[in-house]
């Protein structure tokens, strides 16, 4: 009998129950909030879309260069300069379809089937199932508070020394789901460790440019052996433009063009030609007020952790995530919901009980903890604060009188 195959098989996630049954609601009428989706609701910086229109009109539009146009990868190194004082050249830049695009050309670059591959729980989980799928070998560590849910050179050390050698680290710094930031030394510490180790390290800067304390650093500030990688989807708003970049060094140049260019031809040429507008004063100015509004609104839920009874959480360094766990009392009376399950069959987690109960009685959507530490993220959920500050506010509010009606 045919059969897909062995490594396709990439495990569901649990908010993917949540989501329809939000949608179903919204059908039925029902007022529902979601805050499940980490995606900005302000969108293009307005330079970005009013070029976009143009091309759309005028432009032939063709492929482009594999790793993107000359413009495009000179205004992203000039990126680095402003915002790092670090010299880049365009030549080291990649332009890539989304993030996504650029970890699976990274991977493959990088890693042979078989390597050892080490990612913090919780993670963002497509690099365990991307990883995965490519036949690496994932070696997933629990992070705790003690070290901000971060992987640390000591944690690699030990790691190795316990369980042998590795190939490659990947690190995110904000993360998802905890919004939780290493350290600039601690970075350099990473860098330097895997430098010394002969360890690939990528760093997936995403959330760069939103972030609420400590300036960030690129992984390419201390060393040059690592992938660092970015995306236009969450500072600049452009989730749906699916165009991302990568910071590639040198031994991996030749590798990463020829795959991208036998992958995907180019990434998409009206998103990479309207994109260097982003680059203009005015486009990092509206962004930034778009991070002045998540700083709204993650105080707004920072403020109501008591009242939910979320007694710990990460801190909430950047990104637009808090997550938290659910204690006992917060859990108690939660039976399972009828057809619930844990998106493979497994038996639904406590805190994706507690979405759903949250959903049907509040209107509220959060993400279960699950789908990024399949361990022992069963009590934990993630809301995103990324929708305007008076759609997070309206959800808090839900959350808090839901939550005091439970406790009576
Ligand atoms: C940590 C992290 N990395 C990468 C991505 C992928 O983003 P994109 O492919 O839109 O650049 C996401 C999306 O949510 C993310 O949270």
Redesign the pocket.
């Known amino acids: 009998m045919l059969q897909p195959s062995r490594r396709s098989a990439v495990p569901p996630f649990e908010v993917m129950s949540v989501i329809a049954a939000a949608n179903a609601r919204r059908s039925a009428g029902l007022s529902t909030v979601s805050l499940c989706a980490?995606e900005p609701s302000a969108g293009a910086p307005a330079a970005v879309r009013r070029r976009a229109a143009e091309l759309a009109v005028a432009g032939t539009l063709g492929y482009t260069e594999a790793l993107g146009t000359p413009a495009l990868r000179e205004a992203i190194a000039g990126h680095y300069d402003r915002w790092y004082g670090l010299a880049v050249e365009p030549a080291e830049v990649g332009v890539t379809t989304?993030?996504?695009?650029a970890?699976l050309l990274a991977f493959l670059a990088a890693f042979d089937v078989g390597d050892r591959v080490v990612l913090a729980r919780p993670g963002?989980p497509?690099y365990r199932n991307i990883l995965a799928a490519l036949g690496c070998d994932v070696v997933e560590v629990g992070c705790g508070p003690a070290t901000r849910y971060q992987l640390t050179a000591q944690i690699l050390e030990d790691v190795v020394a316990r369980t042998g050698p590795i190939a490659g680290v990947v690190v995110?710094s904000p993360?998802?789901p905890t919004g939780t930031m290493i350290p600039a030394d601690e970075l350099r510490a990473l860098d330097a460790w895997c430098s010394a180790n002969g360890v690939r390290l990528i760093s997936?800067e995403?959330?760069h440019g939103i972030t609420y304390g400590e300036p960030v650093s690129t992984a390419w500030e201390s060393s040059r052996d690592g992938v660092v990688i970015n995306?236009?989807?969450?500072y600049f708003g452009m989730?749906g433009w699916?165009l991302?970049w990568m910071l590639v060094p040198p031994d991996l140049r030749s590798a990463v063009d020829a795959l991208a260019g036998n992958f995907a031809l180019s990434p998409p040429a009206l998103s990479q030609l309207a994109a260097v507008e982003a680059f203009h004063p005015a486009s990092y100015a509206e962004a930034d007020a778009n991070v002045v509004r998540y700083r709204e609104s993650r105080a707004r839920v920072l403020s109501a952790l008591p009242q939910l009874g979320w007694s710990r959480s990460a801190p909430a360094d950047g990104a637009f995530y808090v997550f938290a766990e659910l204690d006992d009392v917060t859990l108690a009376g939660l039976d399972a919901v009828p057809g619930g399950h844990g998106g493979d069959g497994r038996a639904q987690s406590p805190a994706a009980r507690w979405c759903r109960r949250a959903l049907e009685e509040a209107g509220v959507a959060l993400t279960p903890g699950t789908d990024f530490d399949r361990v022992e993220g069963g009590r934990w959920v993630r809301l995103s604060f990324s929708a305007p500050p008076e759609v997070v506010g309206d959800a808090v509010d839900r959350l808090v009188a839901w939550v005091g009606s439970r406790r009576g």
């Open positions: 980490g989304g993030s996504s695009g970890f963002y497509a995110a993360a998802n997936d995403i959330y995306s236009f989807s969450k989730t699916r991302g």
